[in-house]
């Protein structure tokens, strides 16, 4: 037996289908101890454009998506023999299914402590996201198809596995070798002097008035950058007239040792050829493309819903600067729930900061060298592995540089765009 929900907003917070009995309930809790999955798709797509109001999800979805569900479970037992409902839900079902692929190889990644944590939130972890003035175009789609699980499983992205430490760095100077990629030569306080930019987190004011910048750069509010995007702002400095300020504090980056990098092919290769395998068989199947979801799962935070009554049980601390044993996320009139201090991240993937700033600089070089006759301008729409123009050279998916790269139809055509979400064929 296990059960599948959907969020709510009306009569409770879940509405839920328990599959051995069929019964539909409204509750404010998920079953606990049980095997319980969230809709992963919606129905109706086509009535919901001719009318607004009608509503995105209906309790008796669950029944048509129960027998999709286990159709896509099938589905994939047959092909590589596991089992999705052997997981407790749609997380676990994602990293069940790495850990199914990689069983003989060794992941041996050290305790992401709290102060390392942190670091890694300040930084913008998200997709590019830019969209032009808001209305109707003729536009270019294309899509970058599976550009995360592509480049985690790749030779040329690397992460660190072991915690590094935090430091204060002084001066970067762009350094540049014919034919190679720029260096970035840094000074930190205590005397070292490194030849290139160590990996890490930096805190650094990046800005530019330059109307094209925003197209190819995810500025972040909290000025904290990894090495690649520090990377990326000096390579274009001059392109975008971008101003580059280090912050001056006692702790303005992070930085981690070179020897405990790996290439992201060393752990995720095989899991990412046998999910390849998987998608052509089952092209269409939803359920398999969730499989690929991994890098985010990776990413988890190992919090606690502690309830009101039970407050008093735990350490929580409301602010950053105060010790405790759990920090206060967010909270409700069911329960808080609170980040462990001791140990923040479930996994300890030091993936998902990395793995965002190395894509968007992917998409942004795509941007900036293959975007037609009239350059950059031509942007409309960017939208992490997606992006849209007003003119575009139809080679652009054939050359074998931008492998991956593909037309995409539902953002080909007239389109009224309103904002990067929200757009309409016309």
Same mark, same amino acid.
């Given at each position: 037996?296990?059960?599948?929900?959907?969020?709510?907003?009306?009569?409770?917070?879940?509405?839920?289908?328990?599959?051995?009995?069929?019964?539909?309930?409204?509750?404010?809790?998920?079953?606990?101890?049980?095997?319980?999955?969230?809709?992963?798709?919606?129905?109706?797509?086509?009535?919901?454009?001719?009318?607004?109001?009608?509503?995105?999800?209906?309790?008796?979805?669950?029944? &048509?998506?129960?027998?999709?569900?286990?159709?896509?479970?099938?589905?994939?037992?047959?092909?590589?023999?596991?089992?999705?409902?052997?997981?407790?839900?749609?997380?676990?079902?994602?990293?069940?299914?790495?850990?199914?692929?990689?069983?003989?190889?060794?992941?041996?990644?050290?305790?992401?402590?709290?102060?390392?944590?942190?670091?890694?939130? &300040?930084?913008?972890?998200?997709?590019?996201?830019?969209?032009?003035?808001?209305?109707?175009?003729?536009?270019?789609?294309?899509?970058?198809?599976?550009?995360?699980?592509?480049?985690?499983?790749?030779?040329?992205?690397?992460?660190? =596995?072991?915690?590094?430490?935090?430091?204060?760095?002084?001066?970067?100077?762009?350094?540049?070798?014919?034919?190679?990629?720029?260096?970035?030569?840094?000074?930190?306080?205590?005397?070292?002097?490194?030849?290139?930019?160590?990996?890490?987190?930096?805190?650094?004011?990046?800005?530019?008035?330059?109307?094209?910048?925003?197209?190819?750069?995810?500025?972040?509010?909290?000025? =904290?950058?990894?090495?690649?995007?520090?990377?990326?702002?000096?390579?274009?400095?001059?392109?975008?007239?971008?101003?580059?300020?280090?912050?001056?504090?006692?702790?303005?980056?992070?930085?981690?040792?070179?020897?405990?990098?790996?290439?992201?092919?060393?752990?995720?290769?095989?899991?990412?050829?046998?999910?390849?395998?998987? &998608?052509?068989?089952?092209?269409?199947?939803?359920?398999?493309?969730?499989?690929?979801?991994?890098?985010?799962?990776?990413?988890?935070?190992?919090?606690?819903?502690?309830?009101?009554?039970?407050?008093?049980?735990?350490?929580?601390?409301?602010?950053?600067?105060?010790?405790?044993?759990?920090?206060?996320?967010?909270?409700?009139?069911?329960?808080?729930?609170?980040?462990?201090?001791?140990?923040?991240?479930?996994?300890?993937?030091?993936?998902?900061?990395?793995?965002?700033?190395?894509?968007?600089?992917?998409?942004?070089?795509?941007?900036?060298?293959?975007?037609?006759?009239?350059?950059?301008?031509?942007?409309? &729409?960017?939208?992490?592995?997606?992006?849209?123009?007003?003119?575009?050279?139809?080679?652009?998916?054939?050359?074998?540089?931008?492998?991956?790269?593909?037309?995409?139809?539902?953002?080909?055509?007239?389109?009224?765009?309103?904002?990067?979400?929200?757009?309409?064929?016309?």
């Amino acid at each position: 037996m296990y059960f599948l929900y959907y969020k709510s907003c009306e009569k409770s917070n879940y509405v839920v289908l328990n599959s051995a009995s069929m019964e539909i309930e409204y509750v404010k809790n998920l079953p606990r101890d049980s095997h319980v999955y969230q809709m992963l798709w919606s129905y109706d797509k086509e009535l919901r454009e001719k009318n607004k109001d009608y509503p995105l999800v209906k309790p008796k979805d669950l029944y &048509r998506y129960k027998t999709d569900f286990e159709a896509s479970c099938k589905k994939i037992k047959e092909f590589s023999n596991f089992d999705v409902v052997q997981s407790y839900n749609n997380e676990y079902v994602v990293y069940g299914y790495f850990l199914w692929n990689t069983a003989k190889i060794k992941l041996d990644q050290a305790t992401i402590d709290i102060t390392e944590s942190d670091w890694m939130d &300040r930084t913008y972890n998200a997709g590019s996201q830019y969209i032009g003035t808001p209305g109707e175009y003729k536009s270019y789609g294309y899509d970058y198809e599976g550009m995360y699980s592509h480049h985690i499983a790749s030779d040329t992205f690397m992460f660190p =596995t072991k915690g590094g430490k935090e430091a204060q760095l002084l001066e970067i100077e762009l350094v540049k070798i014919p034919k190679k990629r720029s260096q970035l030569k840094c000074k930190f306080s205590d005397g070292t002097v490194s030849e290139d930019l160590p990996f890490g987190f930096y805190n650094i004011l990046i800005s530019s008035n330059n109307k094209n910048m925003p197209k190819c750069f995810s500025f972040c509010k909290e000025h =904290t950058y990894t090495n690649t995007c520090v990377h990326f702002a000096f390579a274009y400095q001059k392109k975008f007239d971008i101003k580059i300020e280090i912050v001056k504090s006692e702790a303005n980056c992070y930085i981690y040792n070179n020897k405990y990098l790996v290439k992201g092919s060393s752990i995720f290769k095989n899991w990412h050829k046998n999910h390849l395998k998987l &998608r052509a068989k089952y092209p269409k199947d939803k359920l398999v493309k969730h499989l690929s979801m991994i890098w985010g799962h990776l990413a988890a935070k190992n919090t606690m819903k502690i309830k009101p009554e039970d407050e008093d049980k735990y350490n929580i601390v409301i602010q950053k600067d105060q010790k405790g044993d759990y920090r206060e996320l967010q909270y409700n009139d069911s329960y808080c729930t609170c980040l462990n201090l001791a140990q923040p991240s479930k996994y300890n993937f030091r993936i998902k900061p990395f793995l965002t700033s190395y894509c968007r600089s992917i998409m942004a070089n795509l941007i900036i060298h293959n975007s037609g006759p009239k350059g950059i301008d031509n942007v409309i &729409r960017v939208h992490t592995d997606g992006v849209v123009y007003t003119n575009i050279d139809p080679e652009l998916f054939k050359n074998p540089k931008n492998k991956g790269i593909y037309p995409e139809e539902k953002t080909t055509g007239r389109i009224l765009w309103k904002n990067v979400n929200v757009y309409k064929k016309i």
